[in-house]
């Protein structure tokens, strides 16, 4: 291991208002990092969430999460008064409790309205010229983002498809780069919505901007996460209907997923339109390099989930309840791995070998043909590891600490999966073959199996390891992100901001700097 980080979501953060942001919390959580030796704080999606919380079902691909935007920043800026803040948003949540996202929208909304009220009637020059650059900064993604939300609130959160006739987008939104020139174009029922959703996103870049520019003060790199598919029901999809697999009505044709495996026999529906590749090269992949230089305006480093599918994808009739019946198709692969090089001059990820590469990891988990793994080495981009396939049921070899590719970046477990501490008690502990296999690098209990897991990670042969912030803290199976398969009652968890002490940061240093390789 030569460089080491946490992952931690933002919305795990410590707040009084329902669910994590961009305010004190972070900031302290980036002292902390840097305090504990830490290179990384890897982060998911920062898109819209949908109604259970996912970032992986987002309403953009380049919009920012605005129940993110911290109601204290809000009144340091003067665009909401404390006693706004007291009625429309209440600091009445523990810090650490689950987050209720219905409540925490219905929250943030109220004071974000409270937010765009005050600017519309006495913002002064000097916020208006900063909000209309970034209009014109942001304006390839951010005028038909602003207009699809105000356009579902009109129908009642309908999906696009069922909207009037009447709306659908214009077919050179793309040139719209005047935020008067969108206004003006717009059916006068939905502009006071639309400049409303434009300043919420003003107010998200800039608060992440000022974020991120911290932790870059302090050492601390934001690691991202980009999903290679976007939803149905968002504005990529309505604004671009031409780059994605839909029939005359604009209902997808056949959707993404994974096929059948060991771990489940009717595959995995994800349910995502699939691209039309052809449409894409024929406009030379712009829609993909926007969608790169939004990331890398958020992130230093990110991750393509499910990299796999750029060199075949499974794709499902979307009639199909099951992902049984598929078929793999080519994917673009090298065309537009080429392409993104080609256009990416700057930022470069500087390799511990010297090459350069674009700063992205690739998701290479589950079914990984040697096509993919070539595809990915073309390019120089590390691969993934997880020490619990190592160790537990799937006994990966590969991703054994002394086993696997430095080429990679090493995790006890990611968002996927349970804590080290949730998994040691129900999948290692009651099998011995488990157990002996895992004494072999460790002396496992679940009293300390966390740092076990911890101190594997960060002593592997890969390049970088990664922790999940609940194994630092020693957390059971409460604590786990997400649960695949399983549409509710995750991405809800907190922590408290108490459980951040000096000796943990001091711990967790000993163990990055004192780190051998196995």
């Known amino acids: 291991m030569r460089s080491c980080g946490v992952l931690l979501h933002p919305t795990s953060l410590p707040s009084p208002y329902g669910i994590g942001d961009l305010g004190r919390s972070a900031y302290r959580f980036v002292d902390w990092l840097a305090e504990a030796g830490q290179d990384y704080w890897q982060i998911l999606p920062l898109g819209p969430v949908d109604e259970h ?42 810090e650490d409790s689950p987050v209720e996202f219905p409540a925490v929208r219905r929250r943030k909304t109220a004071l974000l309205d409270r937010a765009f009220s005050v600017f519309a009637e006495r913002g002064d020059a000097g916020l208006r010229a900063d909000f209309a650059a970034f209009c014109r900064a942001k304006a390839r993604w951010l005028y038909s983002y602003a207009c699809y939300c105000a356009l579902s609130d009109l129908h009642q959160g309908l999906p696009w498809n069922r909207w009037d006739r009447k709306y659908a987008p214009p077919a050179d ?37 000022e974020l991120h520019q911290y932790a870059r003060t302090k050492g601390v790199s934001i690691f991202g996460d980009i999903p290679i598919y976007v939803a149905y029901d968002s504005a990529d999809v309505w604004a671009h209907p031409r780059y994605f697999l839909l029939d005359e ?77 598929g078929r793999w198709i080519p994917g673009p692969g090298e065309e537009l791995l080429r392409r993104l090089s080609a256009e990416w001059t700057d930022p470069w990820n500087l390799r511990a070998d010297g090459r350069k590469s674009l700063p992205i990891v690739a998701e290479d988990l589950g079914h ?10 073309q390019f ?3 691969g993934m590891a997880v020490l619990q396939f190592a160790f537990g049921t799937s006994q990966v070899d590969a991703f054994l600490p002394d ?33 002996e296999r895992l004494a072999r690098y460790c002396r496992p209990s679940p009293e300390s ?6 101190e594997l990670a960060f002593r592997s042969r890969s390049e970088i390891a990664v922790v999940p912030l609940q194994d630092v803290l020693g957390l059971d199976s409460d604590a786990r992100m997400n649960t695949p398969g399983t549409p509710r ?8 901001g108490t459980q951040l002490t000096d000796a943990l940061a001091e711990r967790l240093r000993r163990v990055s700097v004192g780190a051998v390789t196995v």
């Open 53 to 94: 919380g996912s970032p992986y079902k987002s309403a953009s691909a380049f919009a920012g999460n605005e129940l993110l935007i911290s109601p204290d920043v809000l009144a340091d800026w003067g665009l909401v008064t404390r006693g706004d803040v007291e009625d429309l948003c209440p600091p009445d949540f523990a």
């Open 173 to 209: 939104a793309d040139a719209i780069v005047s935020y008067e020139d969108a206004c003006g174009r717009l059916p006068p029922e939905i502009r006071p919505a639309f400049e409303k959703y434009c300043f919420r996103q003003y107010l998200f870049f800039r608060q992440w901007d």
């Open 249 to 325: 009505e604009g209902s997808p044709l056949e959707v993404a997923g994974v096929p059948p495996d060991y771990f489940n026999a009717t595959g995995q529906l994800w349910g995502n339109p699939v691209y039309r590749w052809d449409a894409l090269r024929e406009d030379d992949y712009r829609w993909w390099i926007d969608r790169l230089r939004a990331v890398f305006d958020l992130v230093d480093l990110a991750r393509i989930d499910h990299f796999r599918g750029l060199e075949a994808f499974w794709s499902v009739p979307a009639w199909h309840v099951t992902a049984e019946h």
């Open 368 to 377: 990984i043909t040697p096509p993919v793994i070539a595809l990915r080495k």
């Open 380 to 382: 120089g981009l590390p």
């Open 403 to 435: 086993r696997v590719d430095p080429d990679t970046v090493m995790y006890s477990g990611t968002h996927d999966n349970d804590t080290s501490r949730g998994w040691f008690l129900k999948e290692v502990l009651p099998r011995s073959d488990l157990l």
């Open 449 to 454: 199996i966390h740092w076990s897991m911890i």
């Open 489 to 496: 009652n995750n991405w809800r968890w907190r922590f408290d």
